[in-house]
């Protein structure tokens, strides 16, 4: 049975940040991966994710980050596991920076563990784990990695969005297309920033920021960071009916700064 929180509960967050900077090398990524090896450092875009998990503290997130040998392809899956996990009253932010992958023919995502293989689990199970745990956690996606739009597109995404629905995604490209420079990971810090000094536009009278405006800054953001590089186009999770985000469930992965601070001393 799912929990119910109080009027005046305050949910526990957690946001684990999955970063991944830099790919050894090895011979034996799998034949179904579609692949160009070695695999790029990502170490220059570290300070971009060392900001996001700033902002997520000042959100009253408390932040989560696995060690390096926890990021090896064929453990990856555990920690994913572990970051969706918990209870119905609690709210999980799972942001992920790395090279990805789509496996061949079945086109899953396989993110690039630090090992330089492709995880066996998929983010496409990932997601979809998160969904189906009716007593589990709400969870938000931030997936900055190539091909992530494959997160937005799953089968029942498509067939049965709602303000219950349990996993939401923010992906940085489309299902066939790359990312490049941590520019989510940038984008989202960006609008954290942007509602905690009142610059976003908040309607003081919101206790979180809508989902519409959430998704919408950052996908500004991005479009103004590759205005002098390569196109880049954010996906997100396919729910047209979300104009103001009143949901107690969906409004709370974004809480405002103010309401976080009130819930901590409570």
């Keep these: 049975m799912t929990k119910s ?13 999955i970063a991944i900077s830099d ?8 034949d179904s991966v579609e692949s160009e090896f070695p695999y790029e450092r990502l170490t220059a875009f570290m300070p971009n994710v060392n900001r996001l998990s700033v902002e997520l503290e000042v959100f009253g997130y408390t932040v989560e980050r696995p060690s390096t040998d926890a990021l090896q392809a064929n453990i ?12 119905s009253s ?12 789509r496996s061949s023919p079945s086109g899953r995502l396989l993110i690039i563990g630090s090992d330089g293989n492709p995880s066996p689990t998929s ?9 189906d745990n009716d007593d ?34 923010i992906s940085a490209t489309s299902a066939s297309d790359s990312a490049f420079d941590a520019r989510l990971t940038r984008a989202v810090s960006l ?7 009142g610059t976003l536009g908040l309607d003081p009278s919101e206790r979180h920021i809508p989902w519409l405006m959430f998704r919408n800054h950052i996908i500004t953001n991005v479009e103004e960071g590759a205005s002098t590089g390569l196109p880049q186009r954010v996906r997100s999770t396919p729910w047209t009916g979300l104009s103001t985000c009143r949901s107690s469930k969906t409004r709370d992965i974004r809480p405002t700064p103010r309401h976080a601070a009130n819930s901590e001393q409570t």
């Design 136 to 169: 589990g956690p709400l969870v938000l996606f931030i997936l900055d990695l190539c091909h992530a739009g494959v997160a937005t597109e799953l089968f029942w995404q498509l067939h049965g969005i709602s303000e219950s629905t349990k996993a939401w995604v």
């Design 191 to 197: 609008t954290l920033s942007a509602a905690r000094d």
């Design 123 to 131: 983010i496409n199970d990932i997601v979809s784990q998160a969904a």
């Design 5 to 17: 929180l109080g009027a005046d509960e305050q949910p526990t967050r957690t946001a684990t940040l």
């Design 76 to 87: 990856l899956g555990n920690s994913l596991t572990t970051a969706i996990g918990g209870s």
């Design 90 to 101: 609690e709210i999980r932010i799972v942001h992920i920076l790395s090279h990805g992958e």
């Design 23 to 30: 790919f050894a090398s090895s011979d034996s990524v799998t």
